[in-house]
Nanobody, 124 residues
């Protein structure tokens, strides 16, 4: 099970940190990803992190503004979002890679378990 939280309303240029709490599986065995879905749009990749944090991957639209991290001792992953823009407004999901010991895929079909999403709204 994955549960994402930490969303909210923030002004453009502000910051938010999302958290993803995991349970029911060996957290440190799997890569994790963050995706988002804006109203009327398809779900898109945001960032991913390998199981040991040795590798990360970011969508071009968030590079330099977002960072991803994880704490395997706490079974939690994080998405730090800085310099937020109105176009970052979306429902944000965390997801577990389906392949054990996987890397940092940006493909939705490489993920099997999804959290319920947390809403981020960035006002201009």
């Amino acid at each position: 099970q994955l549960q994402a939280f930490g969303g909210g309303l923030v002004q453009a240029g502000g910051s938010l940190r999302l958290s993803c709490a995991a349970s029911g599986f060996t957290f440190s065995d799997y890569g994790l990803g963050w995706f988002r879905q804006a109203p009327g749009k398809e779900r898109e990749f945001v960032a991913a992190i390998s199981r040991t944090s040795s590798s990360t991957n970011f969508a071009d639209s968030v590079k330099g503004r977002f960072t991803i991290s994880r704490n395997n001792a706490k079974n939690t992953a994080y998405l730090q979002m800085n310099i937020l823009k109105p176009e970052d407004t979306a429902l944000y999901f965390c997801a577990r890679q389906s392949r054990r010991w996987g890397g940092t895929s940006s493909k939705l079909y490489d993920y099997d378990y999804w959290g319920q999403g947390t809403l981020v709204t960035v006002s201009s």
